[in-house]
């Protein structure tokens, strides 16, 4: 039987937990893509609703930045580090049930650059080569 090189890793595998209910992934332009894990999709329930946040704007962490709406509770969520909103996750705002079927893939919440780059690392407790510390 000949060898198959194996596909590209899943989007959950490359996706990095930052506390239960955050994960990140850093794009190839630098910028990192948020969004929940499935910790914080079980905890959410059937989110009816979900309003990102501000393209452009800048956060403090853990200032609400976007607001999550569900069966079980409404919740507002702040950024987990410093940093400015490249692009929020339009189809996920029209869809909010993407979240829940696709939480690591196409239902993200928001993509950033943080204030000091690794940031996002160091928080999660990983080097930026994406090796734990």
Not at 53 to 58: A, E, K, L, Q
Not at 81 to 89: I, R
Not at 107 to 113: A, V
Request: contains cysteine; aromatic residues 8%; neutral net charge.
């Amino acid at each position: 039987m000949p060898f198959a090189a194996p596909g590209p890793p899943s989007p959950r595998a490359t996706a990095c937990p930052i506390g239960p209910d955050l994960w990140f992934r850093r794009a190839p332009d630098g910028s990192y893509v948020v969004g929940l894990t499935e910790g914080g999709v079980q905890r959410a329930g059937r989110i009816a609703r979900f309003r990102g946040p501000t393209v452009g704007r800048t956060y403090t962490a853990g200032e609400s930045a976007l607001s999550l709406e569900s069966e079980k509770w409404v919740g507002h969520l702040g950024l987990p580090v410093d940093g400015t909103v490249l692009e929020g996750n339009a189809s996920a705002e029209a869809d909010p049930s993407l979240i829940l079927r696709d939480p690591y893939g196409a239902g993200w919440l928001y993509r950033m650059r943080p204030r000091d780059p690794g940031a996002l690392e160091a928080r999660a407790g990983r080097r930026t080569d994406g090796e734990e510390r």
